[in-house]
């Protein structure tokens, strides 16, 4: 089973950025399409970001797109959520996820396994 766990979350001021990152153990996710979702308080789990088993594919929810880049390193079993440009609106817990395939999907639903997540907060 595998276990992932993220880091890299703070506070960041309006415009900064931070790079997330999430450690996979007991297992390998080089055979699993990755993403990246995010809660806010009072609101559901969104779709943030997600990326294909072999790195080449990445999809991004339109309120990131141009500011968010998520990438991997198979090598290191760590998926990786560089945040610039950051917004107040994107203060929430982030989360990974795997999903057992090849391409990822944007539901929730559809993924495996998760992490306990990482609190973002962008101040104005």
């Known amino acids: 089973q595998v276990q992932l766990v993220e880091s890299g979350g703070g506070l960041a001021q309006a415009g900064g950025s931070l790079r997330l990152s999430c450690a996979a153990s007991?297992?390998?996710?080089?055979?699993?399409?990755m993403g990246w979702f995010r809660q806010a308080p009072g609101k559901d789990r969104e779709f943030v970001a997600a990326i294909t088993w072999n790195g080449i594919i990445t999809y991004y929810a339109d309120p990131v797109k141009g500011r968010f880049t998520i990438s991997r390193d198979n090598a290191k079993n760590t998926v990786y959520l560089q945040m610039n440009s950051l917004k107040p609106e994107d203060t929430a817990v982030y989360y990974c996820?795997?999903?057992?395939?090849?391409?990822?999907?944007?539901?929730?639903?559809?993924?495996?396994?998760w992490g306990q997540g990482t609190q973002v907060t962008v101040s104005s």
């Open positions: 996820a795997a999903q057992n395939g090849p391409v990822p999907y944007v539901l929730r639903e559809k993924y495996d396994y």
């Open positions: 007991g297992g390998t996710i080089s055979n699993y399409a």
